[in-house]
Nanobody, 122 residues
Framework: QVQLVESGGGLMQAGGSLRLDCTAS?????MVWFRQSSGEEREFVAA????????YAADSVKERFTISRDNAKTTVYLQMHSLKPEGTAVYYC??????????????????WGQGTQVTVSS
């Protein structure tokens, strides 16, 4: 069974940068970042396949955020630049199999981390 642990969240001024990381125990194919603001539904952010060579991101963040994996494929990163106040949310790492690829729906992913809080001040 896959277990995921996120870290790297915190408080950042608008326009700043922050890097989130998610470490997985167990084999994964697709790893994904979601975020959820207070009072809102969970939103897809970015996804990466097992090799790290295929990625995609939501239109709202793709010019500013980059998803990547380390050489051992055990950790996925979300490098965030030009942070905006509307990016304030709990950020979640999730994992799924091959069939989860390209799905923006939370229900497509079987394993979830506990989330890490990102707060962007104006």
């Amino acid at each position: 069974q896959v277990q995921l642990v996120e870290s790297g969240g915190g408080l950042m001024q608008a326009g700043g940068s922050l890097r989130l990381d998610c470490t997985a125990s167990g084999r994964t194919f697709t790893m994904v970042w979601f975020r959820q603001s207070s009072g809102e539904e969970r939103e897809f952010v970015a996804a990466i396949n097992w090799s790290g060579r295929s990625t995609y991101a939501a239109d709202s963040v793709k010019e500013r955020f980059t998803i990547s994996r380390d050489n051992a494929k055990t950790t996925v990163y979300l490098q965030m630049h030009s942070l905006k106040p509307e990016g304030t949310a709990v950020y979640y790492c999730a994992a799924g199999g091959i069939t989860s690829w390209s799905s923006p729906a939370p229900a497509a992913y079987n394993f979830w981390g506990q989330g890490t809080q990102v707060t962007v001040s104006s």
